[in-house]
């Protein structure tokens, strides 16, 4: 939950020094369908919390940041992302034996934001996890 507000924070401040078009053509990729591990991954993330893709309805396409290298994506295809909260955090252990944090976000209009993925040696993702690789974290 620190990583995300941190995160926010400081994209906040540089969207405030810099042309916003600039900031995110810079660290995110055009858009692109959502991948159907994607898609499984956040269904299962929104059943652990008793709530629905009706609730949540999970976007047809997405934004990776930073090329995807960690696997994070946005559902926030037009401007700057107004983060509200963490809906959950899980943890995974990647095929390197490396430790990685995944976060669902939402936004103040209480629709997705982001699944946030993050590598702690800021490593590639090797492998993307499977519902059953997770183990959950209280935020």
């Known amino acids: 939950m620190v990583f995300n507000n941190v995160m926010y924070a400081y994209i906040e401040h540089m969207l405030a020094k810099t042309d916003k078009r600039n900031f995110y053509n810079r660290y995110m990729n055009e858009k692109r369908k959502i991948k159907e591990?994607?898609?499984?991954?956040?269904?299962?993330?929104?059943k652990q919390l008793d709530l629905t893709t009706e609730e949540y309805?999970?976007?047809?396409?997405v934004v990776e940041y930073e090329g995807?290298?960690?696997?994070?994506i946005s559902f926030c295809l037009n401007d700057s992302p107004d983060y509200d909260q963490d809906l959950i955090q899980v943890e995974?252990?990647?095929?390197d034996n490396v430790p990685v944090v995944i976060t669902l976000t939402k936004?103040?209009?209480?629709?997705?934001?982001?699944l946030d993925f993050w590598k702690s040696d800021f490593s590639k993702l090797i492998q993307y996890p499977k519902p059953n690789d997770l183990v959950l974290k209280i935020v």
């Not at 591990?37 to 929104?46: A, D, K, W």
């Not at 309805?57 to 396409?61: H, K, S, V």
């Not at 995807?68 to 994070?72: E, T």
């Not at 936004?107 to 982001?114: A, G, Q, V």
Request: aromatic share 10%; hydrophobic share 35%; glycine share 10%.
């Open 37 to 46: 591990q994607e898609h499984r991954l956040i269904s299962f993330l929104l």
């Open 107 to 114: 936004d103040k209009n209480n629709s997705l934001l982001d």
């Open 92 to 95: 995974y252990t990647d095929a």
């Open 68 to 72: 995807g290298v960690m696997g994070s």
């Open 57 to 61: 309805p999970i976007g047809e396409y």
